[in-house]
């Protein structure tokens, strides 16, 4: 499986981002997709998922700012990130999983970073 994402790059507070990220490969192997993030220093966490029917799971960090959806007939995974805030700067990475609802665990599958900078 592999995961390509595109759409980071520098934006004000309060302003928005749309990522997306292409699956290609082995792409029946897939349920679960989502996106971590790792902001300088910090550990990677994971910013949201979804299974492939649909069910979403969120930070409590971007819970009503960020939105994850998908189009399987695309095997493609949207982030819409809304009011987004500094400390929302990070390299966003795609994920993909084959199991469902695989939250409590580390994805198998992992796409380059995307840099999100958010300025004051």
């Known amino acids: 499986v592999q995961l390509q994402a595109s759409g980071g790059g520098l934006v004000q507070a309060g302003g928005s981002l749309r990522l997306s990220c292409v699956a290609s490969g082995s792409i029946f192997r897939i349920n679960d997709m989502g996106w971590y993030r790792q902001a300088p220093g910090k550990q990677r966490e994971l910013v949201a998922g979804?299974?492939?029917?649909?069910?979403?799971n969120y930070s409590d960090s971007v819970k009503g700012r960020f939105i994850i959806s998908r189009d399987n007939a695309k095997n493609t995974v949207y982030l819409q990130m809304n009011r987004l805030k500094p400390e929302d700067t990070a390299v966003y990475y795609c994920?993909?999983?084959?199991?469902?609802?695989?939250?409590?665990?580390?994805?198998?599958?992992w796409g380059q970073g995307t840099l999100v900078t958010v300025s004051s």
């Open positions: 994920t993909a999983d084959s199991l469902v609802s695989s939250w409590y665990k580390a994805p198998a599958y």
């Open positions: 979804i299974t492939r029917g649909d069910s979403t």
